[in-house]
């Protein structure tokens, strides 16, 4: 239908994000965001353009934010393809959304995969600024109490894209992970927990046994909380 309407193209975008603005900062009544987000996503042109200014505000204040509806898991498959549409056309904001969505996951029951989705696409040069707050985020969920958090941050490490990405950046990265993965070994609760967790281990500490134990050491020295 939408494609039909040329004339009244601008007014209905400009319609459909007073919809979702309102659906984020005024009420928690879903009047089909999914179906909206499904007319956006499938139209591609509106993210052609990296350096118009409406297409970032878009991203900041719509797509991100949207992440933290109750009932997101609704209209969950139709965000993530816009984010990861966005990010393809887009790929200087990679770390934009990447940083912005760490804000919520998983807290609201945000895909794995949509985050690894994104790592994948993120533009190199970005990935800089993002990776450290990317793996900080994982390994607070890999200590989470709640057994399903945990495993979930924990499976992130079977992509092995994600992990190609992590490990150009292990200096700066392998000290927070390993930490994570030593609590989780020694303090979680959860046999099923430690066991994935004992997987990560062994993948991760093959990946440098010295930084590994280089790692530890600064960890007995009190060098990380």
């Given amino acids: 239908m939408y494609s039909r309407f040329t004339f009244y193209r601008a007014f209905m975008r400009k319609s459909m994000n007073h919809v979702f603005l309102y659906y984020v900062f005024e009420s928690e009544k879903n009047p089909g965001i999914g179906e909206l987000l499904e007319i956006w996503g499938s139209n591609h042109q509106w993210f052609y353009c990296p350096t118009k200014r409406g297409n970032k505000l878009f991203l900041l204040r719509v797509l991100i934010p949207l992440h933290k509806g109750k009932v997101m898991q609704v209209y969950h498959r139709q965000l993530a393809c816009c984010i990861d549409q966005f990010v393809q056309k887009?790929?200087?904001?990679g770390g934009v959304a990447v940083r912005g969505i760490l804000k919520y996951w998983p807290t609201t029951n945000c895909q794995k995969e949509e985050l690894e989705e994104l790592v994948e696409n993120i533009d190199p040069g970005?990935?800089?600024?993002?990776?450290?707050?990317?793996?900080?985020?994982i390994s607070r969920c890999i200590n989470s109490l709640n057994s399903q958090v945990a495993k979930r941050a924990l499976y992130v490490w079977n992509n092995e894209q994600f992990?190609?990405?992590?490990?150009?950046?292990m200096e700066e990265v392998f000290l927070v992970v390993v930490e994570s993965v030593e609590k989780n070994l020694k303090w979680h609760w959860s046999d099923s927990v430690k066991q994935l967790t004992e997987n990560v281990k062994t993948m991760i500490e093959e990946t440098d046994p010295d930084l590994y134990d280089s790692c530890l050491e600064e960890i007995a020295h009190g060098v990380v909380s």
Avoid: D, F, G
């Fill in 90 to 93: 887009v790929p200087m904001h």
């Fill in 126 to 137: 970005h990935y800089r600024m993002s990776a450290l707050p990317i793996c900080a985020q």
């Fill in 163 to 169: 992990v190609k990405t992590a490990s150009s950046m």
